[in-house]
């Protein structure tokens, strides 16, 4: 019943933004916490930034820290990574975890020099 929808990737210039969301369904978000990942090709898949829904705060990699930042609109039950001055090594599917081990098929995020 779980649906995660990540929107958002693009091709973009070095030093440029984007936001990507994630909107979940079938299952109350605001409830649970939920995270970003991202998997470049032929690497592995690395945490990226999580929120909890009912409290916390948010937490990030050290390579991001400063340039993204993770927020949520629980009435629209979407988890939202705002991405500032992205560079070239941030290039990778993005993807949406929400708690219970449940994700969406990703993003294309392609940041060129």
């Known amino acids: 019943q779980v649906q995660l929808v990540e929107s958002g990737g693009g091709l973009v210039q070095a030093g440029d933004s984007l936001r990507l969301s994630c909107a979940a369904s079938?299952?109350?978000?605001?409830?649970?916490?939920m995270a970003w990942f991202r998997q470049a090709p032929g690497k592995e898949r690395e945490f990226v930034a999580s929120?909890?829904?009912?409290?916390?705060?948010?937490y990030y990699t050290d390579s991001v820290k400063g340039r993204f930042t993770i927020s949520r609109d629980n009435a629209k039950n979407t988890v939202y990574l705002q991405m500032n001055n992205l560079k070239p090594e941030d290039t990778a599917h993005y993807y949406c975890?929400?708690?219970?081990?449940?994700w969406g098929k990703g993003t294309a995020v392609i940041v060129s020099s």
């Open positions: 975890r929400l708690t219970g081990n449940y």
């Open positions: 929120i909890t829904y009912s409290g916390g705060s948010p």
């Open positions: 079938g299952r109350t978000a605001s409830t649970y916490a």
